[in-house]
């Protein structure tokens, strides 16, 4: 069983900075990817950023120049910088585990709402 909780959302203002935090826990396979993905009012859910245990990462178009993803193996934390934040980020943040870079795997964290608004 794996457990993962957010943290780090909250309320700023266009052009501001957040830094998500996300810690997972219990089952976790060796070689595995870490990701966040983020779901906005009426729309899909979509790849914000993922990286694996080796640190190969995956972006996606809107986060590509003002996001950064890192991770620390040891703590098994995956972290979201976000600057330049612009209100179309603002979104439900979900973590993820999955097997692959380059799709979600089924564990996800419960979310945590970011709003970006003047």
């Known amino acids: 069983q794996v457990h993962i909780e957010e943290s780090g959302g909250g309320f700023v203002q266009p052009g501001g900075s957040l830094k998500l935090s996300c810690k997972m826990s219990g089952s976790i396979f060796s070689t595995n990817t870490m990701g966040w993905y983020r779901q906005a009012p009426g729309k899909e859910r979509e790849l914000v950023a993922a990286m694996t245990n080796m640190f190969t990462t995956n972006y996606g178009n809107s986060a590509k120049g003002r996001f950064t993803i890192s991770r620390d193996n040891a703590e098994r934390t995956v972290y979201l910088q976000m600057n330049g934040l612009k209100p179309e980020d603002t979104a439900v943040y979900y973590c993820?585990?999955?097997?692959?870079?380059?799709?979600?795997?089924?564990?996800w964290g419960k979310g945590i709402l970011v709003t970006v608004s003047a």
């Open positions: 993820n585990l999955a097997k692959y870079l380059r799709e979600p795997g089924p564990w």
